[in-house]
Every structure is written in structure tokens, then in C-alpha cells.
């Protein structure tokens, strides 16, 4: 490794440690913990907190739980050395700090194998300093995203070497770390799938040996969690998180079809169903039985109304790439105060100029002119988002051939930006993020070499 490499990676790396120290010292000059447990956060803790001192493996708050499949293994089980042991959990936040600022330095290591060195390098440091990332939201809250980015970054690396060379080792490693980022985040059990189009990208197709030797790797990764849903809980799902999701996709459907004016359909998903399955709390939903209700009852709505649920899937999906993008974590971390208004304005502004009420989208730029700078960077995020996308058809036309690693990555996004619809908050891109940001800047080099009339650049 020579110095200039050297340097660059301690300087990403000394970048991401200040910053997160600094969000940190903003924490606790605000009197705020260093690591909250706020959102899913306490699903996590539940569920380890009932492993170790009942033996049952649920999410349940309740007194007496009953066992469920709402929370996959990993984080759990990283939990409760802390919980056994009682090591404060401040802890957790500086360890999950220190993989953020390894995920920066990640991001340009091998990030300059597949892009320019000098993007590398820009999207590693973004990574390293993007508030956000940095921020409460992150790594200073008691959630997957930090592990699960980890895993997925390990698993991509090793396909991207598999496409390059046909390693066998390297298909075996992808899958065994795509199947520990599934059990750090559901969502990534379906992408099982992509393995098959790996190969395809390849040129292995046929090269059967190896794609059942990675599906078993996978499965093999996966198997004790697989047993306990099929032969302890006997129910056929991978985790039950996936199935209230289909309800609440339907219902944000019918609440829209319905402009929020019938009650049976506006809310949160959670109270809705709460009230329909007859439980009192959240946790509750998630147990096998009441999942599958919700899930039956979520199918009936898309069933009876398929074209509109499509279409509102679809128009969603943008939403992945700039939800929460604004200066709301920063004002959190340091204890600001503001007037963010309610809801999201800057969404709101734009709507309002499109059905030509120009008066009104004054009325919320002046009420709540800090929403002018969280519109800016959402168009900004969208942006990075048409760049990174952009990249696979700007490569072929400047180098006049595909490139296969770029191509496997780009299909696993969209693919992922397509479930993660029509949620598609900000920490469900962070496992994505530091892919979207080597692409984009490598577009934009390439199209500036463009337009300066030079040779394109090759990686």
C-alpha cells in the first residue's frame, strides 16, 4: 500500500471518528443520551432481555411473552453480552461509531477498485462526514442499519470479485455475509434471487456446482434461524415483520384513495391494526398468528384495488432516496430550537407549486424558511440518487461496453428501492448509501472529462 493510500485512508477515517465525536459532545452538552432508544430500538432490547433471562426469543414488553419471529437474530444477540455483563450502553454507540468510521474508510478502500480513486475518495468522505450517518439516527441509536451496511458492503465486495475473477471462494464468502445481513435486516432474505443473476453477470450461468454451493451457503448461514421458525414456531415465514408491512402498505392506499377522510383507513398502520386484531401493544402484532391476519387482511385491499396500489407503490419509490434528508438530525444532536412546522413542508411546497398554488407555497416558504435549505438538499439527494443510477448508461457510452459489477449493484438497488417502497425512510438507505455516492461521483468525473473534451478516465 503506498503512502498516498495510506494517508488518504487514515484522513477518511480521523474525519469520521472527529465527527462522530463531535455529534457525540453535541449529545451530551444537550443532556441527551449518548445512545437513544428511540423508534425500533426497544423491540431490540425486549427481545434480548427476554432471551437471556426467560429463554424465550420475542418482542413482547409483556410479562409473560410469547415466543415470535419479529426481530431476527443478530443485533439481539449483540446485545446481550452488555445486558449479561451490564456494560453501560454508551458502549454500543461508540463500537457502532467505530464501523461507521470503517464503513467511510471501506467505502474508499474498494470503492477505488470498481471507480476512480479520486471519487473514492469524495464518496468515502462523504460518508464520513453526511450528518446524518453521523448523527443520532445512526450510530448513536440502538438499530441494525450500522451491522447490516457492514454485511452487505462484505457481501457486494465478493460478488463484485466474483464478476472480476470467477472465484468460487469469493460467490461462498458474498452469500455466507448476504445471509448474516438477512438476519441483521429481513428485507434481505428475498435477495437470495440475485444470486442466479451474479452468476449471470459472470458468464457462469450454467456453472451449476457453484450456484447450488452458494444458495447452500446461504441456507446453511440461515439454517438455526430457519429451523426455529419452521419446527419451533412452525409457521412459514422468515421473520413477521415483512407481513404487517402489506398491511400497511394497503392501508396508506386506501388512506390516500380516500384523501384521509375515512377514519377505517387513516393512522398509523400500528393503531390500525392494534384496534382490528384486538391487542394492546405493538409487540403483539408481530406474533405469528396476528402477523398473518394483518397480512390476509393488507392482501384483500391489494386484491380489490391492484392497480392503485402499483401506482402508488411506484410513485414511492423516489421517496427512499430523500426521506429525511434535512437539518432535522443535526437540530436534534445539538438541542437547537426551531420551528420545523408540520410535517414534511418542503414536500408539501412542492406539491403546492405543481397544482398551481403559488400564494400557498409562499405562505410556507415565509412561515418556515428553514424548510428552503431541507428542499435544497432533498433535490440534491435525488440528484446523487439519477447520478448513481446514470452511471451503468454513461459508463457503456463512454467505454462502449457494460460493466457487470456496476450492473449486478445498480439491479440489487432497484430492486431493493422497489420493496423498501412506499416506507423508504432514510435508514433504510443507509446500507445502499455508500454505493449511491461512489457512482454518482464517478458520473460526474466522467461526464466533466466529457465536457472538457478529454478521454474519458478507465477504472
Not at 429463554?55 to 449483540?78: C, H, I, M
Not at 463484485?160 to 448476504?178: D, K
Not at 397480512?295 to 414511492?316: D, L, N, R, S, T
Not at 405562505?363 to 440528484?383: D, F, N, R, V
Request: with cysteine.
Amino acid at each position: 500500500m503506498n503512502n498516498s493510500l495510506n494517508w488518504k485512508l487514515v484522513w477518511i477515517a480521523t474525519i469520521a471518528i472527529a465527527v462522530q465525536s463531535l455529534f457525540a459532545v453535541g449529545l451530551v452538552s444537550t443532556h441527551q443520551p449518548l445512545l437513544a432508544l428511540e423508534g425500533d430500538a426497544p423491540n431490540y432490547l425486549d427481545t434480548a432481555q427476554n432471551f437471556l433471562n426467560k429463554g424465550v426469543w420475542s418482542a413482547s414488553p409483556q410479562e409473560n411473552p410469547k415466543p415470535d419471529n419479529f426481530r431476527t437474530p443478530v443485533y439481539p444477540l449483540f446485545l446481550i453480552p452488555f445486558l449479561y455483563f451490564k456494560i453501560p450502553f454508551g458502549y454500543i454507540s461508540l463500537i457502532q461509531s467505530l464501523l461507521m468510521a470503517l464503513i467511510a474508510a471501506l467505502t474508499f478502500y474498494f470503492g477505488r477498485t470498481i471507480v476512480s480513486e479520486r471519487a473514492a475518495f469524495f464518496a468515502g468522505l462523504i460518508i464520513a462526514v453526511e450528518p446524518y450517518l453521523a448523527s443520532t439516527y445512526i450510530s448513536k441509536v440502538m438499530m441494525t442499519e450500522v451491522f447490516a451496511t457492514l454485511f452487505l458492503f462484505g457481501a457486494f465486495w465478493n460478488f463484485i470479485r466474483y464478476i472480476q475473477t470467477q472465484h468460487w471462494c469469493c460467490l461462498e464468502w458474498a452469500s455466507g455475509l448476504l445471509a448474516l445481513a438477512a438476519l441483521t435486516k429481513p428485507q434481505f432474505f428475498f435477495f437470495f434471487i440475485m444470486i442466479p443473476f451474479v452468476m449471470w453477470c459472470a458468464g457462469e450461468l450454467r456453472a451449476w456446482k457453484k450456484m447450488f454451493s452458494a444458495l447452500a451457503v446461504f441456507g446453511i448461514v440461515l439454517s438455526p434461524w430457519l429451523y426455529y421458525n419452521f419446527a419451533v414456531l412452525k409457521v412459514p415465514q422468515f421473520s413477521s415483520i415483512t407481513l404487517p408491512a402489506v398491511f400497511d402498505s394497503a392501508y396508506r392506499v386506501r388512506d390516500w384513495q380516500s384523501g384521509g377522510a375515512d377514519p377505517k383507513y387513516h393512522g398509523h398502520y400500528v393503531e390500525l391494526g392494534k384496534k382490528i386484531i384486538g391487542v394492546e401493544t405493538a409487540a403483539e402484532l408481530y406474533e405469528p398468528h396476528n402477523a398473518k391476519r394483518l397480512a390476509e387482511i393488507g392482501f384483500e385491499e391489494v386484491k380489490a384495488h391492484p392497480i392503485a396500489f402499483a401506482w402508488y407503490q411506484f410513485i414511492h419509490i423516489p421517496r427512499l432516496f430523500y426521506h429525511e434528508v434535512n437539518v432535522e438530525a443535526v437540530v436534534k444532536d445539538f438541542g437547537l430550537a426551531h420551528n420545523p412546522g408540520p410535517g414534511e413542508v418542503d414536500i408539501n411546497i412542492i406539491k403546492a407549486v405543481a397544482r398551481g398554488q403559488i400564494s400557498e407555497a409562499l405562505q410556507m416558504i415565509k412561515k418556515y424558511p428553514l424548510w428552503i435549505l431541507s428542499l435544497g438538499l432533498k433535490m440534491l439527494a435525488l440528484l446523487i440518487a439519477l447520478l448513481a443510477f446514470g452511471y451503468l448508461g454513461i459508463k457503456k457510452l463512454f467505454n462502449n461496453a457494460w460493466d457487470m459489477p456496476v450492473l449486478f449493484i445498480i439491479s440489487f438497488i432497484a430492486l431493493y428501492a422497489v420493496l423498501a417502497s412506499p416506507v423508504g425512510q432514510h435508514r433504510y438507505r443507509v446500507p445502499i448509501e455508500p454505493w449511491l455516492y461512489l457512482f454518482a461521483f464517478e458520473s460526474v468525473r466522467l461526464l466533466w472529462h466529457r465536457f472538457k473534451k478529454k478521454t474519458p478516465l478507465t477504472v
